[in-house]
């Protein structure tokens, strides 16, 4: 599996397991990631979920099969990747090209995803669209698609313009805010308070940039604007209809459904009874919705069964 030239591979570290820096070149600056196991193993694209990075996968992959090489990603605006140009929305849809644009240049004629919570809808989508490029599909604390009340829809475009536009003129006024790194742990657990102190700690390796007199964040803070590209449940059963890969659901008990209200969580429970037409696999876990990277134990033998099973092992083809 023969990287192209343009993908940097930039420092690797030896501690527990070689993991390696990556860079792939995007039109507006970089999409930056981590990577373990072989060169030529399996691949696997693991995707983060809303305003974490790839650190989010530090804890789980060492746990995985040794067989597979994984490349957990950046998203745009996240972690130590480009922010979008100014006066871009950030979508699924853009997310999804940015998905293209890395396998197109580690050059993967078909691979598995890993994804985490928004990463798992950006992982659905993406095997919709692309099935043939998908083997298995692991959802860790997420349905595969964020469906949204037709009639909110409108609503919620609107209100992302207008988010985005009145973002744009406080960005001409406010200076960005620096913190102390005990600062800025402190608003991450606010942000984020089932995380771990460990946690924290990992996701903000990637997630601050040193600076004069302190830290600044490295996301970009239009993530925080309200999406303005949405899909009905209609629509995303129909998405969820043409994926052809094998796929896992592993969930959280206390995790992303109990964000939302009980009409919400009824989409949720058609999502989940359409994979479980499909013969799909949909577990529950205890924890809450970075189990995945608190408490990796509970996680990776199920992942690690999947990926066994659909990925590593080949099925030998009867002799005619």
């Not at 691949?43 to 979920?49: F, M, W």
């Not at 698609?145 to 829809?153: A, H, N, S």
């Not at 973002?167 to 942000?191: D, G, H, M, Q």
């Not at 529950?284 to 990796?296: A, E, R, Y």
Request: charge should be neutral.
């Amino acid at each position: 599996m023969q990287a192209l030239k343009s993908v940097k591979y930039l420092t690797t570290s030896t501690v527990k397991q070689a993991v390696t820096e990556l860079s792939v070149p995007v039109p507006w600056g970089e999409i930056r990631g981590k990577v373990w196991g072989p060169e030529h193993g399996r691949p696997v694209l693991c995707i983060h979920g809303w305003a974490d990075n790839c650190g989010t996968f530090n804890t789980l992959i060492p746990l995985l099969p040794k067989e597979c090489r994984y490349v957990a990603v950046d998203l745009a605006g996240h972690g130590l990747s480009s922010h979008r140009p100014p006066g871009v929305f950030y979508t699924f849809p853009s997310y999804v090209v940015d998905v293209c644009r890395v396998v197109k240049a580690l050059q993967w004629d078909r691979f598995s995803i890993i994804g985490h919570s928004m990463g798992g809808n950006i992982a659905g989508m993406y095997s919709a669209l692309y099935p043939e490029m998908v083997d298995a599909v692991v959802l860790l604390d997420s349905f595969g698609f964020l469906p949204t009340d037709q009639k909110e829809i409108a609503k919620a475009m609107k209100q992302g313009i207008e988010e985005l536009l009145m973002f744009e003129k406080k960005s001409e006024e406010k200076k960005e805010k620096i913190y102390t790194y005990e600062e800025a742990v402190k608003r991450l657990l606010e942000a984020n308070p089932t995380l771990s102190n460990e946690s924290v700690q990992i996701l903000l390796e990637r997630g601050l940039v040193k600076t004069d007199g302190g830290f600044t964040f490295s996301r970009d803070f239009r993530i925080n604007l309200k999406n303005i590209v949405r899909i009905s449940l209609e629509q995303s059963l129909e998405m969820q209809s043409r994926i052809q890969a094998t796929v896992l659901v592993i969930l959280a008990e206390d995790g992303f459904e109990k964000m939302f209200s009980e009409e919400q969580q009824k989409k949720f429970s058609a999502l989940l009874q359409g994979f479980r037409d499909r013969n799909h696999k949909v577990v529950t876990v205890p924890g809450d919705h970075h189990v995945h990277l608190n408490n990796p134990e509970y996680v990776a033998p199920l992942v690690s069964d999947f990926l066994q099973s659909n990925v590593l092992v080949l099925k030998e083809t009867p002799k005619l």
